[in-house]
Antibody, heavy 117, light 111 residues
Framework: QVQLQESGPGLVKPSQTLSLTCTVS??????????WSWIRQPAGKGLEWIGR???????NYNPSLKSRVTISVDTSKNQFSLKLSSVTAADTAVYYC?????????WGQGTLVTVSS | QSALTQPASVSGSPGQSITISCTGT?????????VSWYQQHPGKAPKLMIY???KRPSGVSDRFSGSKSGSTASLTISGLQAEDEADYYC???????????FGGGTKLTVL
């Protein structure tokens, strides 16, 4: 059973960079032909796809966030990561790491990141 | 404003059937058979209920079914149960520029 766990600071100051890591257990992140994605959800609002990384390391991003987002993978640690730069209050949300992109079958529990000074 | 349009809320009584629509365009739902549906209970992560328009992951009840007509996808839940009360989101592949888009979500109330 694949499990995902997000980790990272829960509070980030405006204009700084949000950094989160997703640790995958129960399976290798580099096996198969899977995409690994980040999705966020502001409180009381809907889901927003941030971007994805393939096992080869190739990435795709939401056009509205592309200039600020970097997703990377560390296969030796079975982890993938999210960096979102120049954050504002609008980036406050629960961030989920997931397996898949068009269909996401495994989700982390989510981690709340608040942008505030 | 979400890329895919869903009704804000739907309701039904136990045992009844309901359908949630997800309207996109020829750039997403209308072209690709890559619509997924997720169920989200309060405070929980979403759960995949339907993928590739009509396929159910292992362990998902056959009371849940998906379909598509033109640029509108639909999720039907038959034999409504109290545990089905949740928020439901659709998503679709939207091509190699936009990639993945979501609907705004539909709150299902079981009366």
């Amino acid at each position: 059973q694949v499990q995902l766990q997000e980790s990272g600071p829960g509070l980030v100051k405006p204009s700084q960079t949000l950094s989160l890591t997703c640790t995958v257990s129960g399976g290798s992140i580099s096996s198969g032909s899977d995409y690994w994605s980040w999705i966020r959800q502001p409180a009381g609002k809907g889901l927003e796809w941030i971007g994805r990384i393939y096992t080869s390391g190739s990435t795709n991003y939401n056009p509205s966030l592309k200039s600020r987002v970097t997703i990377s993978v560390d296969t030796s640690k079975n982890q993938f990561s999210l960096k979102l730069s120049s954050v504002t209050a609008a980036d406050t949300a629960v961030y989920y790491c997931v397996r898949g992109s068009t269909s996401c079958d495994y989700w982390g529990q989510g981690t709340l990141v608040t942008v505030s000074s | 404003q979400s890329a895919l349009t869903q009704p804000a809320s739907v309701s039904g009584s136990p045992g009844q059937s309901i359908t949630i629509s997800c309207t996109g365009t020829s750039s997403d739902v209308g072209t690709y058979n890559l619509v997924s549906w997720y169920q989200q209970h309060p405070g929980k992560a979403p759960k995949l209920m339907i993928y590739e328009g009509s396929k159910r992951p292992s362990g998902v009840s056959d009371r849940f079914s998906g379909s598509k007509s033109g640029s509108t996808a639909s999720l039907t839940i038959s034999g409504l149960q109290a545990e089905d009360e949740a928020d439901y989101y659709c998503s679709s592949y939207a091509g190699s520029s936009t990639f993945v888009v979501f609907g705004g979500g539909t709150k299902l109330t079981v009366l």
